[in-house]
């Protein structure tokens, strides 16, 4: 079974530039959540989708960030412009629907602002 | 903000050793996970032990869980330098329909040979 798949798995960009992030789950996971993990620190919860509608956006810095799964499969987090406090990997993860079952994380996305 | 402490929040043993990592968090829990996060494999689910249960097995894991104290401990048996990895613990809020995560910092293991 494939994993969830990130792309891209490096990005080093400047502070005020804008980046995107991309995300294609588990086959048949209707659930999906981005999460931020700074260094030393366990991942944070950004946003959750099921399917394309938007159940959870409370921690997401909705000023610079936005995210979407248009077509309830894949995912884009973008953050504008970018500020050096946004250095982190961004972690994609999905799931069956339910709090019960286990979240597959991908490899993530190591973003660096200078 | 992160619901999770988890203690310590570095170890070091010796492989064949067992190693016990705690976790506390603050509110009440639908139900609490084990993570494991190593540059190899990234992070990877350990276990899930619901809040109506109270000890949970699974190889050479052990979870416990306390609501009472609301803190629970990951023991992890006769070690092996594969082990080496941070954990986390992380809880899912008990009521509403969002089941997003909420990890402690983490406890870095490290195996000696």
């Known amino acids: 079974e494939a994993g969830v798949a990130q792309s891209p798995r490096y990005k080093i960009i400047e502070k005020r530039q804008s980046v995107a992030f991309w995300c294609n789950p588990i086959s048949g996971h209707a659930t999906l959540y981005w999460y931020q993990q700074i260094l030393g620190q366990g991942p944070k919860l950004l946003i959750q989708f099921q399917n394309n509608g938007v159940v959870d956006d409370s921690q997401l810095p909705k000023d610079r960030f936005s995210a979407e799964r248009l077509k309830g499969v894949d995912s884009t987090l973008k953050i504008q412009p970018a500020k050096l406090e946004d250095s982190a990997v961004y972690l994609c993860?999905?799931?069956?629907?339910?709090?019960?079952?286990?979240?597959?994380f991908g490899p993530g996305t190591r973003l660096t602002v200078l | 903000s992160q619901q999770g402490e988890e203690d310590p929040q570095a170890l070091s043993i010796q492989e064949g050793e067992n190693a016990t990592m705690n976790c506390s968090y603050k509110t009440s829990i639908n139900n609490l996970q084990w993570y494991r996060q190593n540059s190899g494999r990234g992070l990877v689910h350990l276990i899930l032990?619901?809040?109506?249960?109270r000890e949970k097995h699974s190889g050479r894991l052990r979870v416990t869980l306390d609501t009472s104290k609301k803190s629970s401990s990951l023991l992890i048996t006769a070690s092996r330098a594969a082990d080496t990895a941070s954990y986390f613990c992380?809880?899912?809020?008990?009521?509403?329909?969002?089941?997003?995560?909420?990890f402690g910092k983490g406890t870095h293991l490290i195996i000696q040979p």
């Open positions: 992380a809880t899912i809020h008990s009521g509403g329909g969002a089941d997003g995560l909420t």
């Open positions: 032990i619901r809040s109506n249960e």
């Open positions: 993860a999905s799931t069956l629907p339910g709090s019960y079952n286990e979240q597959f």
